[in-house]
């Protein structure tokens, strides 16, 4: 079905798992071409079989910065024309600062920021070039307000914004129009991830709960509602903001 991203180009890192899987759904779903980057090789090809000729998968580590270049021009070539990129692809840990470790924060920075910066310094140029394209970060309500066991992570989250503004002001008037999305905890694999290795499962989920005034995780789709949105033309006077959708989290 088309929809408001008939015939765009779009490019979604983290596209195998959780928000960015939803949000090459999302895309799909309204008309785009898509090219989706992830480490997992299943995924990918599942979603290849899904939308033959609609998405493309390739497979990269972002961690790594030249496989992470390598990835982002493969895309632009695949594509020919991007309109649109999503950076979802990211890795947190539930640690303070003291607790973190020196290759826990590279690997949160390499993945979090380098690899967002890699994807928008390559797709950036391109998209001037070919009249204009908009960029979706995936940000986190955690480089909004601070939670007990975030430092690194929410310093990255917190990059991604800074980034996503300066993208804004430095390229907004050549044709770029740049926002970032603030999650609040929202029920995917990686919160999965968490709770299965949580003493007390129930009620760690229940303090995740309690902390959204909404009263509830969000899902993957709802997020990428916002990031779909915020890609299409709906938000074409929507620029260098970050959109919290994260159930009232920040709303106290
Ligand atoms: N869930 C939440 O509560 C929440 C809240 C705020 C913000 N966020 C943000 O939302 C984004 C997506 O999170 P999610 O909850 O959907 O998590 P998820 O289900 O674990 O998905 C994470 C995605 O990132 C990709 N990724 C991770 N490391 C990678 C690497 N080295 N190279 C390439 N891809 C990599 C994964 O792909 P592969 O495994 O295939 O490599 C996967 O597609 C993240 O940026 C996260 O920080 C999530």
Redesign the pocket.
């Known amino acids: 079905m088309a929809g408001n991203l008939a015939g765009r180009g779009a490019i979604v890192?983290?596209?195998?798992?959780?928000?960015?899987?939803a949000a090459v759904a999302a895309f799909l779903a309204d008309g785009a071409r898509v090219v989706g980057?992830?480490?997992?090789t299943a995924?990918l090809a599942a979603l290849e079989a899904a939308s033959p000729g609609l998405f493309v998968g390739i497979a990269?580590?972002?961690?790594d910065l030249a496989r992470a270049e390598d990835a982002t021009a493969r895309a632009i070539a695949h594509l020919g024309r991007v309109h649109v990129l999503v950076n979802?692809?990211?890795?947190?840990l539930r640690a303070n600062l003291v607790d973190t470790a020196d290759e826990q924060y590279q690997r949160m920075f390499d993945?979090?920021v380098r690899a967002t910066f890699v994807t928008c310094r390559a797709v950036i140029p391109h998209m001037v070039a070919a009249g204009g394209g908009t960029i979706v970060n995936?940000a986190?309500?955690l480089a909004l307000k601070a939670a007990r066991d975030r430092a690194v992570y929410a310093a990255t989250?917190a990059a991604v914004i800074a980034l996503t503004r300066s993208i804004a002001v430095d390229f907004g008037a050549r044709g770029i129009r740049a926002n970032c999305v603030a999650?609040?905890?929202?029920d995917?694999?990686?919160?999965g991830a968490i709770l299965a290795g949580a003493p007390n499962a129930a009620e760690l989920r229940g303090q995740m709960e309690a902390r959204q005034t909404i009263g509830r995780l969000g899902t993957?789709e709802e997020i990428a509602a916002v990031i779909a949105f915020l890609a299409s033309d709906a938000a074409s006077f929507v620029h260098g903001a970050t959109f919290a959708v994260d159930g009232g989290m920040t709303a106290w």
Not at 14 to 20: L, M, N, R
Not at 60 to 63: K, P
Not at 88 to 92: F, H, K, M, R
């Open positions: 890192t983290g596209a195998t798992s959780g928000i960015g899987k980057i992830g480490r997992d995924s990269a580590d972002l961690a979802d692809a990211g890795v947190g993945v979090n995936v986190s309500s989250k999650p609040g905890t929202t995917t694999p990686w919160i993957a």
